[in-house]
């Protein structure tokens, strides 16, 4: 995921259900990066039509 090991769930005793849980619909990072970039590029093109 783009991320050390256990980052979100290196917590002792949690079970492999209660992992995922706490990992919920959480995104990695660089999908959330290409999604920002994405967003920004689509605002930078918007504007540059308004002008």
Do not use: F, I
């Given at each position: 995921?783009?991320?050390?090991?256990?980052?979100?769930?290196?917590?002792?005793?949690?079970?492999?259900?209660?992992?995922?849980?706490?990992?919920?619909?959480?995104?990695?990072?660089?999908?959330?990066?290409?999604?920002?970039?994405a967003?920004a590029?689509?605002?930078?093109?918007?504007?540059?039509?308004?002008?």
């Amino acid at each position: 995921m783009g991320l050390p090991a256990g980052h979100v769930t290196a917590v002792p005793g949690l079970s492999r259900t209660a992992q995922l849980k706490a990992l919920g619909n959480g995104v990695v990072p660089q999908q959330a990066a290409y999604a920002m970039e994405a967003m920004a590029a689509r605002r930078d093109d918007a504007g540059r039509r308004a002008a």
